[in-house]
């Protein structure tokens, strides 16, 4: 026995060992990374060429830690303001003498790429130029890359040029062939997030916003590309339809590439356009280490820039995730401060749990009545997003923002036909006639149906009533545009639910005008604190399970099987975008 309890001490404390040597190995690795990084910074000389290369997660915000502990484990991400500002920099940098374009996949929403593109326009007009390489063209990188003076790609390369698509999975005949099932009960014919579960074909209402969203997206591609490449829109979607970029020989033929070159080659037409044998390449994240990624000013007006990024969910709140707490938390702390001027809520979020999204707006409601409050929307502000953005002063969204999902829904996983099938009963004993409520293992009552579609109009109503008051309209005119539908940015001005097609800086500028100052400095919100639990989740060997998940499924199936169970965490109420929308 004796020996028994050795053996167990001596194997608590090896392992107790084991982690405080780790944990001191990563701090003393910390601190040394963090020094080498003061140390080796990238200069830039005379003959600098930027290079943007977007295979980095593009986050809206992306706040990084002061610890070098904490930086370590880190994940290599660029936010979007940075990235426009060190634009907007080199276009004013006499060392920058051009921009390349060299990455294949761009990590970004298809809004934040119109962004980057639309300040990379801006920066054609100091005179200095773009040019882009690839080894082969996917259609976001494409689009971005299509603004460059000469595009080329290398001779065994091609461009992924054949318009837009979305897929949707249905699930009701495994439910039946199984005895798995979701129920469901939602308002919005067009609130399609649940309509897998209703059914095992799309619905024809489903089809005609999908349709119709993907055509405004494509729409909006193929004007910017035409305008770049002088090629008539007909010309492009011919090229699409055909697939007549699909090699180099093909895409030169149509003008969609300049040349079919190798990289070597590529290196020496910048060395030529520098006029130097020795180019000095600057990645964008140098850059903006360098300082680039922020616009300076020495002025005590600020303007606060309130990020709400991605799901809505009940709780505190990070940089991945919408949290009542940290949002009202930074809200109050805006109110409060006399040198903020104004506010401007970034929202790329598509929606998640009512109630989160109805706190959130009260506080906005109550900041609206002391600074004006404008909305930028990003990728996404749908659902709960676009509940939160409804009672801004002004909206502001990119053409490509995907918007609305003005709708509600309710999802109960129920196993009665599968518990039946293998032989099980489930009984309950209550004190009264609805203290049971719902079992998963019972077919739901029409009493539970009832009272949770009760819950689930009163949610729409509000919904309803939030976006009428701070869109002045009627709650019918409301109630014709919602119904879950979702719109892009560009047909969501078009019927009222946005003010102006423009980026976050457009946003910002408004921002400015309205309150009258020229010179601010900008305040991002909210501002996240981790604590060592939090960090302690960051170490490769935390995330060694979903990694193992990834390698085994492959990339698309594993995020299938992330979208599945993300779905199967939904608790509440949801005022949710129907789908992920994915623009590769």
């Not at 060992?17 to 690795?29: P, R």
């Not at 005179?127 to 001779?155: E, H, M, Q, R, W």
């Not at 309803?464 to 940015?489: F, H, I």
């Not at 005008?513 to 960090?535: C, G, H, M, Q, W």
Request: charged share 25%.
């Amino acid at each position: 026995m004796n020996f028994l309890r050795n053996l167990l001490a001596s194997c608590l404390g090896t392992i107790i060992g084991v982690i405080v040597l780790s944990l001191f190995g990563f701090l003393l690795f910390g601190m040394i990374a963090s020094s080498m990084n003061e140390s080796e910074k990238v200069v830039v000389t005379n003959n600098s060429v930027l290079e943007i290369n977007l295979s980095d997660v593009v986050k809206d915000y992306a706040p990084k830690s002061d610890s070098a502990f904490d930086q370590l484990f880190d994940e290599d991400m660029l936010q979007l303001s940075h990235v426009l500002n060190a634009i907007e920099n080199a276009k004013n940098d006499d060392k920058i003498k051009g921009i390349s374009i060299l990455n294949l996949f761009v990590n970004a929403g298809i809004a934040q790429t119109q962004a980057i593109r639309n300040k990379l326009v801006e920066f054609k007009e100091s005179g200095k130029f773009i040019t882009s390489y690839a080894d082969l063209y996917t259609p976001k990188n494409y689009y971005l890359s299509s603004v460059a003076d000469s595009i080329y790609v290398t001779p065994y390369g091609g461009v992924d040029f054949k318009g837009l698509s979305s897929e949707r999975m249905f699930y009701k005949d495994f439910q039946d062939k199984y005895g798995v099932k979701m129920e469901v009960i939602r308002h919005g014919k067009y609130k399609s997030a649940v309509e897998g579960y209703l059914d095992n074909k799309m619905s024809e209402a489903n089809r005609e916003q999908i349709t119709s969203f993907l055509n405004s997206i494509w729409g909006e591609m193929i004007d910017d590309i035409s305008v770049s490449r002088n090629m008539s829109a007909d010309e492009l979607n011919l090229i699409a339809d055909d697939l007549l970029a699909r090699n180099s020989t093909l895409a030169l033929e149509n003008n969609m590439i300049d040349g079919a070159i190798y990289q070597d080659q590529y290196e020496a037409i910048l060395e030529e356009l520098t006029s130097s044998e020795d180019v000095n390449i600057v990645k964008i994240d140098e850059y903006i280490d360098n300082g680039k990624g922020r616009i300076k000013s020495s002025s005590s007006n600020r303007i606060a820039v309130l990020y709400a990024q991605g799901d809505i969910l009940y709780g505190k709140g990070d940089e991945t995730y919408i949290g009542q707490e940290s949002m009202i938390n930074a809200i109050r702390k805006i109110k409060k401060k006399d040198n903020i001027k104004a506010v401007v809520l970034r929202v790329n979020s598509p929606g998640g749990v009512a109630l989160t999204a109805d706190l959130i707006w009260r506080e906005l409601e109550l900041l609206k009545e002391e600074k004006p409050l404008i909305v930028s929307m990003g990728n996404y502000a749908a659902s709960g997003g676009y509940y939160i953005a409804a009672n801004a002063d002004r909206i502001f969204a990119e053409p490509t923002t995907i918007t609305g999902s003005i709708g509600v829904f309710g999802t109960i996983p129920n196993f009665s036909q599968l518990v039946d099938n293998l032989g099980i009963n489930a009984e309950q004993v209550s004190t009264n006639k609805n203290s049971a409520g719902y079992s998963p293992y019972e077919p739901m009552t029409k009493e539970f149906y009832d009272v949770t579609k009760e819950g689930v109009e009163r949610v729409y109503d509000m919904f309803l009533d939030r976006v009428s008051k701070g869109r002045n309209m009627t709650k019918e005119q409301a109630d014709a545009v919602a119904q879950g539908r979702v719109w892009t940015g560009k047909e969501a001005k078009e019927i009222g639910l946005v003010d102006e097609l423009g980026s976050l800086n457009d946003a910002i500028s408004y921002a400015a005008d309205l309150v009258e100052i020229t010179d601010y400095k900008l305040n991002s919100y909210p501002r996240y604190k981790k604590d060592f639990e939090d960090a302690f989740k960051s170490f490769p060997f935390m995330n060694f399970k979903e990694q193992l998940i990834k390698d085994e499924l492959g990339e698309s199936n594993y995020k299938i099987y992330k979208e599945v169970e993300k779905l199967s965490k939904i608790k509440g109420i949801q005022a949710r975008l129907p789908y992920a929308i994915e623009i590769k």
